[in-house]
């Protein structure tokens, strides 16, 4: 048992390390996808709840495997939200995870997050509760969850200080999965 919690965590670790450059890599071949309405946030967002524990197979769009985990594509969940994809983790575990860098700095980022905490807030309701973090850059992450469900939504904006790169550059990210993501690292 103890084996497991240690190979989930070492998972998190590994799904923070390589957020940025997986989804800049295999987000390269996204198609451009119009925003969608606060309503139909809500509508996908519950879907997205609902199918996280048959792997967000109602999600899954083109495929691309790499030796750590397998990649779909997949449509925005929320208005300003970018390079949406389904992970497989070679563990077996799965996320829906949404990246976007801000053009516009940190004034930008923190107006996303703000934008897509509120819209959170309002479709998922009282049942769940929401905790906010100040990342180690100086960013924050919200993580809402619900006693009676394995999955949690995480909502955060940061300052990417170790790009692939060495561009320094304000981030908002959304990820929905299982509850070992609250173990990651904030960046």
Excluded at 18 to 46: D, F, H, I, W, Y
Excluded at 76 to 82: E, G, I, T
Excluded at 121 to 128: E, I, K, P, R, V
Excluded at 149 to 176: C, M, Q
Aim: charged share 15%; glycine share 4%; proline share 3%.
């Amino acid at each position: 048992m103890k084996k497991i919690i240690i190979l989930k965590q070492a998972h998190t670790v590994v799904a923070v390390c390589l957020s940025t450059v997986l989804l800049s890599a295999c987000g390269t071949n996204a198609v451009k996808q119009e925003p969608v309405s606060e309503t139909e946030s809500c509508t996908r967002l519950q879907g997205l709840i609902n199918d996280h524990p048959n792997q967000f197979n109602n999600y899954k769009k083109s495929l691309t495997t790499t030796k750590k985990l397998n990649v779909w594509t997949a449509d925005s969940v929320l208005p300003s939200a970018k390079q949406c994809q389904v992970w497989e983790w070679s563990s077996g575990l799965h996320s829906y995870a949404c990246e976007w860098q801000v053009e516009k700095g940190e004034s930008q980022a923190i107006a996303n997050y703000e934008e897509a905490a509120k819209v959170i807030q309002n479709c998922l309701g009282n049942a769940w509760t929401a905790e906010t973090n100040t990342t180690q850059s100086g960013g924050k992450r919200t993580v809402y969850s619900n006693p009676s469900l394995p999955t949690i939504v995480s909502i955060r904006y940061f300052e990417d200080t170790a790009g692939w790169k060495a561009l320094h550059s304000w981030n908002n990210t959304l990820i929905i999965g299982d509850r070992s993501n609250l173990n990651t690292p904030l960046q």
